[in-house]
């Protein structure tokens, strides 16, 4: 590991140890104060095998079941790389900024971005610059090399696809960032299922990379299961940061489950065929713009009238999209999210006598 990327580190993070967890299996288990009388669940979800788990015991520490299925469904040595397993992507990205937690680091993102990225910094206490993205949300690359070279940011968050705006950035400008940059940079790729892209593949040639993805947005929202990969060295150092049995014993047999199956991955394609669908439905409205998206939302402009009312229109006939017009950048900016064929249905038509 390069020395680099070690001067970023917390400064007590040599100090700090794992959380040791023995594995248990076929053993008399007595040392985790845990009722020793059986309760068992069984559950059916419909689309994917059914399941079971045990409740009086605690959940297998490490993930190790789903890392492996991770592991090797994104072809990833286990000898080199490893993963961790967050209570959704919003507590890995707390992970990462309280492992690089110093007073004199930055954490660098466009903007607009994922709005966590700021927030998280800012609660444990990182400094937070930004890089304004061009008027067409393409990365600002001069600008964004030289914010890197004059900050050296510990951290750098980029949303691939990003949210809100829906876009796919340059591979040739991330690379360039990873190249430029001493710290990590973290490729966010919750919306990557839709796009058909991912930096998965260059992580082995990139020291200072981890890609993070989640199930939240590919159908396993309500199980908050996120998850990143990176080489062991780093996965270690971020790894003592991580609290004890942080993800339950029925979300870990839901996910790994849903990774047999091709049930979630058919939806995705349903999805991206409603994706298109209603671009075309909305780009046939007048008055408003509607930019390219590879993610299942779809970021559109109101060009006559205020996005306020028309999203309060929408309410009224109890459509609930979201209203990105306070975020710096996008105002009078809508996002939806691509439903079933009659939400879509019911939204077009909605939106139709809202601007009319």
């Known amino acids: 590991m390069k020395n680099k990327i070690n001067n970023f ?54 993930c190790q079941s789903i890392r492996n299925k991770l592991l090797t469904k994104y072809q990833l040595d286990d000898k080199k790389y490893d993963a961790i397993i967050g209570n959704g992507s919003d507590e890995l990205i707390q992970l990462i900024c309280l492992t690089f937690l110093r007073a004199e680091n930055i954490v660098l993102c466009p903007a607009p971005s994922f709005s966590m990225y700021k ?48 876009n796919l950035w340059s591979k040739k400008d991330i690379e360039a960032i990873i190249k430029q940059s001493n710290g990590v ?6 919306y990557g299922a839709f796009s058909g892209e991912s930096f998965i593949s260059k992580i082995n040639e990139f020291e200072n990379l981890i890609i993070m993805k989640t199930f939240s947005k590919v159908g396993l929202a309500g199980i ?10 780093i996965i270690k ?31 995705i394609e349903e999805i991206i065929l409603l994706r298109s669908s209603l671009a075309l ?16 939302f779809i970021l559109f402009k109101i060009l006559e009238g205020s996005a306020n009312e028309v999203f309060e229109s929408l309410l009224s006939d109890n459509i609930l999209i979201k209203n990105m017009s306070k975020m710096p ?6 996002r939806v999210t691509v439903g079933s064929k009659k939400e879509n249905n019911l939204f077009i038509q909605s939106l139709k006598n809202a601007i009319i």
């Open 9 to 62: 580190f917390r400064d007590d993070i040599h100090l700090l140890t794992e959380y040791e967890i023995f594995d248990s299996t076929n053993m008399i288990k007595l040392d985790a104060m845990e009722n020793p009388f059986e309760l068992d669940i069984n559950f059916e979800i419909i689309g994917l095998p059914s399941g079971a788990t045990s409740l009086n015991r605690y959940p297998d520490g490490d």
């Open 119 to 166: 927030k998280i910094s800012q609660v444990v206490g990182l400094r937070y610059e930004e890089v304004p993205l061009k008027n067409n949300f393409a990365l600002d690359i001069k600008l964004m090399l030289s914010k890197i070279k004059d900050l050296n940011p510990a951290i750098i968050f980029l949303a691939y696809p990003n949210n809100p705006t829906g």
């Open 185 to 190: 940079v973290v490729v966010d790729e919750a």
């Open 224 to 233: 908050r299961l996120g998850y990143l990969f990176s080489n062991k060295y």
């Open 237 to 267: 150092q971020i790894n003592k940061l991580r609290l004890p049995f942080n993800i339950n014993s029925i979300s870990q047999k839901i996910s790994e489950i849903s990774i047999d199956s091709s049930y979630l991955e058919d939806q």
């Open 281 to 296: 439905e909305l780009r046939d409205i007048k008055k408003i713009e509607v930019y390219d998206s590879k993610t299942n």
């Open 329 to 334: 950048g996008l105002k009078n900016f809508l």
